[in-house]
């Protein structure tokens, strides 16, 4: 099957740049709706489109040395800055979604003789857009 994409290249980036040492990512999308069930919906429940909002997910291993994805992570929580989230591809300018994001969670862990971990969450603020080859 060619064109299946391998996920180690689909990273998240932050101002440009991807987070060292990722081991995981998604991104979540969804939309709420508003009821519009009348006594005209002969007991069928109706539906409009409302707020559209989104999540990125990211994990992965924490370098000794310099600790980057989570001082980055980390540099943003504590300013309660937003960014550029950039999910997708790393090496091409297809296939990715960019968007305003929030960090609004960081979990480090490590249990004996495991590697230390961190995952987080950003959620998306404003228009959150698709570009594809």
Known sequence: MAGIINGSVYLLKIGGAALPDQTEGSISL???TRDTTSKDSAGFRELLESTRSGSIS??????EATGQ???TLMGHFAARTSFTAIFGLDATADNYFTATGLVTSIEASGGTEDNVTYSATIELSGSISFVEA
């Open 30 to 32: 969804s939309m709420e």
């Open 58 to 63: 990211v994990s992965g291993l924490v370098d």
């Open 69 to 71: 994805a989570v001082s």
